[in-house]
């Protein structure tokens, strides 16, 4: 089965820098996502790490190590704009093609 | 990005009907579409994979016959929630790959649609 954990919930200061840490256990690990969501809006895609290492995208940076299980997505100079949820997304490989699992999502409340 | 559109956004019924949601790639084609369910604060639950001209494959938990799934085309998938109930009332997403869309192999969503039945 699929157990991926990340914080419920964290509050910010508008300018400064979070990380928003997952940890997951899957039996065909086969890629990670993370995307934002806002109240009552669909999940748009943020970043994806296959490789271990770190991906930076702009404001956005998500980090892998396979080995231990863990992901983490880290934001800089954060903006009002960014308070969402956060969702970490497992790509799982079964019988041959991907299914994604989520996350419970962590909320982002970023304050001025 | 690519563009999937769900529709209708929203949609308020009585209980015992059945509600057809729409699932639509615009720009790209994809033979497989996700269906997730998503309770207030919680996260997008995966009710199943739905592949263009197969049977669409279900998550534990899920009954097959209260959520129909049709794949018809590339671009289209339905979700109906036959004889709805107040307890399926709930935030209904799906997910589309792209077939071209290389080794990212990235989902996107569409929109969701809010379902409340009374």
């Known amino acids: 089965g699929q157990n991926i954990d990340q914080p419920t919930e964290m509050t910010a200061t508008e300018g400064a820098i979070v990380q928003i840490n997952c940890t997951y256990q899957t039996s065909g690990f086969n890629g990670l996502f993370w995307y934002q969501q806002h109240a009552g809006e669909a999940p748009t895609f943020l970043s994806y790490n296959v490789l271990d290492g770190l991906e930076e995208k702009g404001r956005f940076s998500s980090f892998l190590s396979r080995s231990k299980g863990y992901s983490y997505l880290l934001l800089k100079e954060l903006q009002m704009k960014d308070s969402a949820s956060y969702l970490c997304a497992v790509r799982d490989k079964e019988y041959n093609f991907n299914k994604f699992y989520f996350g419970s999502g962590t909320k982002l409340n970023v304050k001025p | 990005g690519a563009v999937v559109s769900q529709h209708p956004s929203r949609v308020i019924c009585k209980s015992g009907t059945s509600v057809k949601i729409e699932c639509r790639s615009l720009d790209f084609q994809a033979t497989t579409m996700f269906w997730y369910r998503q309770f207030p604060k919680q996260s997008l639950m995966l009710m199943a994979t739905?592949?263009?001209?197969?049977?669409?494959?279900?998550e534990q938990g899920v009954e097959k016959d209260k959520f129909l799934i049709n794949h018809a085309s590339l671009t289209l998938s339905t979700l109906t929630v036959t004889s709805a109930h107040p307890e399926d009332s709930s935030f209904y997403i799906c997910s589309a790959r792209d077939l071209a869309g290389g080794p990212f192999d990235i989902q996107y969503f569409g929109a969701g649609t809010r379902l409340s039945v009374l």
């Open positions: 739905s592949n263009e001209g197969s049977k669409a494959t279900y």
